[in-house]
């Protein structure tokens, strides 16, 4: 069979995502059991895989569902008890004293605060963490997803301590006889990822602003996020630069982690002096809950009426997510890490495969949420009835996360599971990738980050996604005479940015605030973001590859130049848009 064929028929699970989930909003709960029926049909009778590899692939991406649906009960029971306890009321009053201007403390928490819990915790972390925090303090449930997805992007490559970096390209290009020592390699790669990541993030806070105010907001329009452009590229740089630094000079574990910290040690100080600021009675809100499309809310929400508001001081109020914070550093960089990973659920060689499926249960940040949900009861003195509801709601709101992620893991199971068929064929990915190189020769490095992303959207990890192309996107590099390096840098900023569309990430996010069944209107959301970082991205390091032999003005060049051009252009006309649409309120 064709590569062309092969290729097509690999992309129908994909397709169906795309169609079903996307295209038709079907939820998600009845949208991947087709896409996983259509990967178990190909796998089965074109791959011709046999049955005990496709079952134990199910099987394991079942108990990958039970780690991510661990992962999502705690952050909705950390949620559910600072609701009760009052702690929520003080964050949200808190955040009100720097600004009540939704748009600056969407860039705090989500970019800032999002960043640095990426870094230390990564594996979508960041949203179970900073998603319920934003719907605690007033956002529309769908505006807190998007805006946590879309920072799923600049410091995912190195997140969980630099594990995408690390462990996925570092396995990725093991096998490679070029590369004599994979951690000088894998060094050397953290600045040049860093730099592309640098270069496309500077317009991430700029994306969340906007997004917030087009599609949450009372005028549906983007110029009013575009109003705090100042503040927004601040924000971007206060964190790129540091990250940016830290790469070159100390590799990829520490750069989204200290970027995200120093990022936050200047920022929130400088608005808090009204450092580019909005003027007063400029500030931008939500319109009343009343007013708002039924499509934003989930069904965890701050509570309108709550007995305990007021009794938690500021301290005491954020002491739990400080906790979280420190506990998962520690449990990363410490031999603490070491013993809590020894605490291990492993079924080996299921059904007498290859596979073997294992849960790191202590490890797991869950188990880091239910620990600090735990002292949370302790240190706001709360009542033990009030400690019940919160763990009688998570359990419902788990419960109707559970259909979609069921279908949606184990789909991708089979998917990457699919080689060593009596048919002969590589895995499904793996023709995927092949057949886009062929068709983009020697521009593959534009494009060479759409694979990196196609890989995350699938696999729902940065991590997997290196581990699968990195070897790959190293070889095209070679064959079509550009940097193999370079183009490895493009593949873990595309499996990066991949994350803000990524299906089952989506699910997760939704699931920790309610939003079950409206994951595809969040990835039509999340889309245009997604493809403007991995064009410009890709743009730049095809620049960086061809500048030698076809001078600096190349399609690669001119393509970021126009992607910037567009957005300088934005920002200078809005004053223009933002007047017009002052005329249009008074009329």
């Known amino acids: 069979m064709g ?41 089965l009778f074109v791959w011709d895989v046999a049955f005990p590899q496709v079952a134990a692939a199910s099987v394991n991406g079942l108990v990958v569902a039970v780690t991510l649906l661990f992962i999502i009960f705690g952050a909705i029971l950390l949620l559910n008890t600072l609701q009760e306890s009052g702690g929520l009321h003080t964050i949200r009053r808190g955040f009100t004293d720097i600004t009540p201007d939704r748009r600056i403390q969407v860039i705090i928490i989500a970019w800032l605060f999002g960043s640095f819990i990426e870094g230390t915790a990564g594996f979508g972390t960041p949203a179970a963490v900073a998603v319920p925090l934003m719907v605690g303090l007033g956002f529309p449930a769908m505006a807190a997803v998007v805006s946590g997805m879309i920072i799923q992007s600049t410091p995912v490559s190195f997140g969980a301590v630099g594990t995408p970096i690390v462990v996925g390209v570092g396995s990725g290009v093991e096998p490679l006889t070029q590369i004599t020592d994979v951690s000088s390699f894998v060094f050397g790669l953290a600045g040049k990822v860093a730099l592309l990541h640098t270069l496309a993030g500077i317009l991430v806070p700029l994306f969340l602003v906007g997004m917030l105010t087009r599609f949450f907001g009372k005028n549906k329009s983007f110029s009013e996020g575009l109003q705090v452009w100042k503040f927004a590229v601040f924000a971007a740089l206060a964190m790129t630069l540091p990250y940016l630094l830290v790469a070159y000079t100390m590799g990829p574990e520490f750069p989204a982690m200290f970027g995200g910290l120093i990022g936050l040690a200047i920022v929130v100080p400088a608005a808090k002096k009204g450092f580019l600021m909005p003027k007063e009675g400029e500030e931008w809100d939500f319109e009343p809950k009343d007013r708002w499309d039924p499509l934003w809310n989930g069904k965890v929400e701050l509570k309108q009426s709550d007995v305990n508001a007021g009794k938690i001081s500021m301290w005491r109020a954020w002491s739990p997510y400080l906790l979280i914070a420190l506990l998962l550093i520690i449990s990363r960089l410490t031999p603490l890490g070491e013993w809590l990973q020894a605490a291990v659920i492993r079924i080996p060689n299921l059904f007498g495969t290859e596979i073997t499926a294992e849960w790191e249960i202590l490890y797991s940040p869950g188990f880091i949420f239910i620990v600090v949900a735990v002292l949370t009861y302790f240190m706001h003195s709360m009542k033990p009835k009030e400690f019940a509801t919160a763990w009688k709601d998570s359990g419902k709101n788990m419960i109707a996360a559970s259909t979609a992620l069921v279908f949606t893991v184990p789909m991708v199971q089979v998917f990457l599971n699919t080689d060593g068929g009596a048919a002969g064929y590589q895995e499904m990915p793996l023709i ?27 696999a729902g990890s940065n991590t997997i996604s290196n581990m699968m192309f990195s070897y790959f996107q190293f070889g095209v590099g070679e064959n079509i005479g550009g940097s193999a390096t370079w183009m490895v840098a493009l593949q873990a900023v595309g499996g990066a940015a991949g994350n803000m569309i990524c299906v089952h990430n989506v699910v997760a996010a939704s699931a920790v605030v309610g939003l079950v069944g409206k994951e595809g209107h969040v990835i039509r959301k999340t889309l245009l973001p997604f493809v403007y970082y991995a064009l410009l991205a890709g743009s730049i390091g095809y620049s960086i590859m061809w500048t030698a032999d076809k001078g600096i003005f190349n399609i690669g060049s001119i393509l970021a130049v126009i992607i910037w051009g567009i957005a300088i252009y934005f920002i200078a006309t809005n004053k223009k848009r933002l007047a017009a649409l002052e005329r249009k309120s008074i009329a």
């Open 432 to 458: 995927l990738a092949e057949a886009a190189a062929n068709l983009g020769g020697e521009l593959y490095p534009i494009f060479a980050t759409f694979i990196g992303g196609l890989g995350a959207f699938v």
């Open 3 to 43: 590569t062309g064929i092969l290729a097509f028929l690999a992309l129908l699970p994909i397709i169906a995502v795309a169609v079903f989930l996307v295209g038709l909003k079907w939820p998600a709960s009845k949208a991947m059991p087709i896409s996983y029926i259509v990967a178990v049909l190909l796998a």
